[in-house]
């Protein structure tokens, strides 16, 4: 695979053609955020919080990093005033949503974002659809999906589905960033297949 030159924050970083700006940022060392993103999953671009400022032929834009394609002499920064400032936006209003995650908690704290700003709606959910697509790609069981749309979007077990296969996996537990992923599997446990709760999870 040929090699693609690219500056990232100022440093020269050789990446493989086909890699997406996040990736070579990544196996150079350099930390963007993200809550969506997964190195066993394809890119989603869901959370944004990847964004960062890139210069290609005189133009520059704002653009999310996971799904960004290195090409050559592209110029990155991943740090900049209006890159901070869009993602103390995002962490502000994901913090509405789900204002107890220690991830969101972090990122509020590094980007100095007002976990105030926004009027609480309080789904525990950052809709980052980890657990949907984790299940989809990586398991191949498709026990939980997304259901509705625009704001009454959200995520779902299937109980039949689930009462199957998700008792003895729980995967999609560890990446969640919010463990909103394991509420919603117990509530369905408790509403579909009373009785098989385990004292004591993985």
Request: charged fraction near 25%; aromatic fraction near 8%.
């Amino acid at each position: 695979m040929s090699a693609t030159t690219l500056q990232i924050d100022g440093r020269e970083v050789a990446a493989d053609a086909g890699m997406t700006v996040l990736q070579a940022a990544r196996q150079a060392g350099v930390n963007i955020p993200t809550l969506c993103h997964h190195e066993k999953l394809e890119a989603y671009g869901g959370c944004r919080l990847c964004m960062v400022e890139v210069e290609s032929r005189g133009k520059t834009s704002y653009v999310v990093s996971c799904t960004y394609p290195v090409e050559q002499d592209l110029v990155v920064r991943t740090r900049s005033e209006k890159v901070d400032k869009i993602r103390r936006v995002i962490v502000e209003e994901l913090m509405a949503h789900a204002p107890d995650s220690p991830e969101l908690q972090r990122l509020a704290y590094e980007y100095g974002a007002d976990r105030n700003r926004f009027e609480k709606e309080p789904i525990f959910c950052v809709m980052c659809g980890l657990c949907v697509r984790y299940c989809a790609e990586v398991k191949g069981e498709h026990a939980v999906g997304f259901i509705g749309n625009g704001p009454r979007r959200e995520i779902s077990f299937i109980p039949k589905r689930a009462a199957q296969v998700c008792w003895d996996c729980q995967e999609c537990f560890t990446i969640c960033p919010t463990s909103y992923a394991q509420a919603a599997y117990m509530l369905t446990e408790a509403l579909a297949f009373p009785g098989r709760r385990r004292t004591t999870l993985p």
